[in-house]
Each structure stands twice: as structure tokens, then as C-alpha cells.
């Protein structure tokens, strides 16, 4: 079965920094594209980003574009999100996705999510 496992949420202070990761198991890991949506309360859920562990090509939302990193370790089947510089409006749940090549796949239609983790940014 595919997992994907996120870690490193919790609260920060507004300007502070925080690194999630989603840890993939079940599947060929250089076969998909994964990445991150999240859900803020009351709000949708937005993509946030995406990279293709194939080739390391990466995506971003405008929303994140210069504070936000994301990168891949294939030995360890893990995809990180490095946010730096986070604001309250960060506030959400944010979840692992992934979709099977391509970001524009898996920002659009995903086949797998793992559960969501809190992440809180204080003011």
C-alpha cells in the first residue's frame, strides 16, 4: 500500500521558519511528482508546490514563491518543504500528495494524500 507520512508542523512565530516532511513508502519513488497542498480554516485548499523526483523539476505558488523551498532525497524517499519567513496567513493544514510524473498531475488530480499535518504561524 502507498503511505505518505508528513512531519515537522507545529506553531512558530510570524517571520520563523519551519521544515515539513512527507516520507513516501509504496511506490517508485522517481516515478511520481509530490507535493504539497494545505487548507487554512474556513478557505479551500490550495496547492502549494510540487516537485518531479525524476528530474527535480519543481513547482510553486506565486503565494510561496520566495519564501518557500522544496526538494527531494530519493534515498530516503522523503520530499521536504522548507518555509522560511512564514506569515499568519501560512496558518493551515498542510498535506502530501502525489501523482504519478508530472506536477501538473499531481497539482490537479492527485492519487495519493497522506493525512494532513497543523502547521500555525502566530502573530
Known amino acids: 500500500d502507498v503511505q505518505l507520512v508528513e512531519s515537522g508542523g507545529g506553531l512558530v512565530q510570524a517571520g520563523g521558519s519551519l521544515r515539513l516532511s512527507c516520507l513516501a513508502s509504496g511506490l517508485r519513488f522517481d516515478d511520481y511528482a509530490i507535493g504539497w497542498f494545505r487548507q487554512a480554516p474556513g478557505k479551500e485548499r490550495e496547492w502549494v508546490a510540487c516537485i518531479e523526483d525524476g528530474d527535480g523539476t519543481q513547482h510553486k505558488a506565486g503565494s510561496v514563491q520566495d519564501r518557500f523551498t522544496i526538494t527531494a532525497d530519493s534515498a530516503k524517499n522523503t520530499v521536504y518543504l522548507q518555509m522560511n519567513n512564514l506569515k499568519p496567513e501560512d496558518t493551515a493544514v498542510y498535506s502530501c500528495?502525489?501523482?504519478?510524473?508530472?506536477?501538473?498531475?499531481?497539482?490537479?488530480?492527485?492519487?495519493?494524500w497522506g493525512e494532513g499535518i497543523l502547521v500555525t504561524v502566530s502573530s
Open positions: 500528495a502525489a501523482a504519478l510524473y508530472h506536477c501538473a498531475a499531481q497539482a490537479g488530480r492527485p492519487e495519493y
